[in-house]
């Protein structure tokens, strides 16, 4: 089992990056997806996550309206287009995926598989 992201980089405000993260070994649409993101000094931050069933999403609040994910089944990946980016959002962003209660769902503690995570640096 593994998750693999890409799409990492560095990006003025204002920008936009799409962060791509390939599952093999299982199929995305049976978790949930989520990416989690650690800033430098900081602790796991749950972003937003999909559910398998029923493709709902979930954000947390900085990042509402900002930020899209998604799933494609057919190619057992899910993605993070992250639009209007500030230096807030300076991070690496780690793709994981579980099958958490629902009161869990935003705890990063919750999700059992892992990517190696991506450098996303947003800087002017």
């Known amino acids: 089992i593994q998750l693999v992201e890409s799409g990492g980089g560095s990006v003025q405000p204002g920008g936009s990056l799409n962060l791509s993260c390939a599952a093999s070994?299982?199929?995305?649409?049976?978790?949930?997806m989520a990416w989690v993101r650690q800033g430098l000094g900081k602790g796991l931050e749950w972003v937003s996550g999909i559910n398998g069933g029923t493709d709902s999403t979930n954000y947390i609040d900085s990042v509402k309206g900002r930020f899209t994910l998604s799933r494609d089944n057919a190619k057992n990946m899910a993605y993070l287009q992250m639009d209007s980016l500030e230096p807030s959002d300076t991070a690496v962003y780690y793709c994981?995926?579980?099958?958490?209660?629902?009161?869990?769902?935003?705890?990063?503690?919750?999700?059992?598989?892992w990517g190696q995570g991506t450098q996303v640096t947003i800087s002017s």
């Open positions: 070994g299982f199929t995305v649409s049976s978790y949930i």
């Open positions: 994981a995926a579980g099958r958490p209660i629902v009161s869990s769902i935003r705890m990063s503690t919750s999700y059992y598989y």
